[in-house]
């Protein structure tokens, strides 16, 4: 019965892997109405642009700026998360990150893994 639990877990993480390697989602949220929407000023509220970490290793993640990890992430929640605000989006991308920069830091031994793997981890720890 406790194999099931773990079997469980592992197809939700396939999934939510799968999504973030999906070629047919849109992953610039200027694409969708509500963004366009909330967007008034495009020097503060853009953000979410230039984030190019989705598949990459997590040794270019912690090499990468600030803004591009928040980006990455941006586009990472705009799959998982639909109609959210871009205040909201921005703030679970942030969480997000921090995420990821926790479970990777100090250590080596993730370098290798791809950034939407552990992205997907984290998405599943914080329950989105």
Not at 74 to 81: P, T, Y
Not at 100 to 128: H, M, P, R
Request: charged share 25%.
């Amino acid at each position: 019965m406790k194999y099931i639990k773990y079997i469980g877990i592992l197809l939700l993480l396939l999934i939510v892997i799968k999504c973030f390697n999906s070629p047919d989602i849109p992953v610039n949220p200027t694409e969708r109405k509500s963004y366009q929407q909330t967007n008034t000023n495009s020097d503060v509220d853009q953000w979410y642009l230039g984030g190019n970490l989705h598949k990459k290793d997590i040794s270019d993640w912690k090499n990468a700026t600030d803004a591009n990890k928040l980006a990455t992430c941006g586009d990472f929640i705009a799959r998982v998360k639909k109609d959210l605000t871009l205040t909201e989006l921005k703030d679970k991308a942030s969480e997000l990150k921090d995420c990821i920069d926790e479970a990777t830091k100090g250590t080596n031994i993730s370098d290798q893994n791809k950034v939407n793997e552990i992205g997907a981890l984290c998405l599943v720890t914080i329950g989105y």
